[in-house]
């Protein structure tokens, strides 16, 4: 699950606030949240496969930490990294997120939980309430879920979607239905719009037109979906098709 990313992270962890002061103060905090978060869970009673998730998800996120510093990003230094507590925020988003990974039962999603946890020690414009809904967003999200923010974005800048409407208030079948309700779940979240268009039911869905808007944006960037790769898309496509 975590790939190429756990040597890099090994190494940014193991070396601590040494590493991460070359990158200021915010640095060294977001070095510390991640590995006193980690050592907390790890002293948890947990199941092997949610080992591996909690894991992989943790090295990600150190991994995106560890990149952003190298290309020159500023960690934020606010109060969501230091409040003055021994509990900061950043320790709690990043305990929530650790925990969604943990219960992520459709296992692709964790690569994508794990850069938003790093990611988002680098966007002062998102406070803790901000981040807070972004955790619980990250909980309740699948995987077909977060493919279809990234079909949504390429209808406005890729290759748009080109069927999917329930016709004669009928689907094409379990697979049609499944995914116009997944569809139908992000628009009740507010993630994606349909243009001017009201949209009641999943009878009204409308896939070529869904576009992201909100927290589907945030979540598009800070989870870094444009690399879903294009075959777990393929089955979608041809569903909708």
């Known amino acids: 699950m975590a790939g190429g990313a756990v040597g890099g992270a090994l190494g940014f962890l193991c070396a601590g606030p040494i590493v991460a002061a070359a990158a200021g103060a915010g640095g060294v905090l977001i070095t510390k949240a991640l590995v006193a978060v980690g050592d907390e869970i790890s002293d948890r009673i947990l199941a092997p496969r949610e080992k591996a998730r909690i894991g992989a998800t943790l090295a990600i996120s ?27 925020p950043i320790e709690e988003i990043t305990e929530g997120l650790l925990l969604a990974a943990q219960r992520a039962y459709d296992e692709k999603r964790v690569p994508y939980i794990g850069r938003l946890s790093g990611n988002l020690n680098f966007r002062p414009d998102l406070n803790t309430a901000a981040a807070s809904w972004l ?24 290759e748009p979607l080109r069927g999917g409407r329930i016709e004669n208030k009928r689907t094409k079948g379990p697979a049609h239905a499944a995914y116009l309700a ?3 779940n992000l628009y009740q979240r507010s993630l994606i719009n349909f243009g001017d268009a009201a949209v009641f039911s999943v009878l009204d869905t409308n896939p070529p037109a869904m576009a992201l808007q909100g927290y589907g944006v945030h979540l598009y960037d800070l989870m870094e979906l444009g690399r879903i790769p294009k075959e777990d898309l393929r089955p979608i496509r041809e569903a909708l098709s």
């Open 62 to 88: 150190a991994d995106t930490v560890r990149k952003r510093i190298e290309n020159g990003d500023p960690p934020r230094q606010d109060e969501f990294v230091d409040d003055g507590s021994d509990h900061p």
């Open 135 to 158: 955790t619980r967003l990250a909980q309740d999200i699948s995987y077909t879920q977060l493919c279809m923010l990234r079909l949504e974005l390429e209808n406005v800048q890729g």
């Open 182 to 184: 997944e569809i139908f």
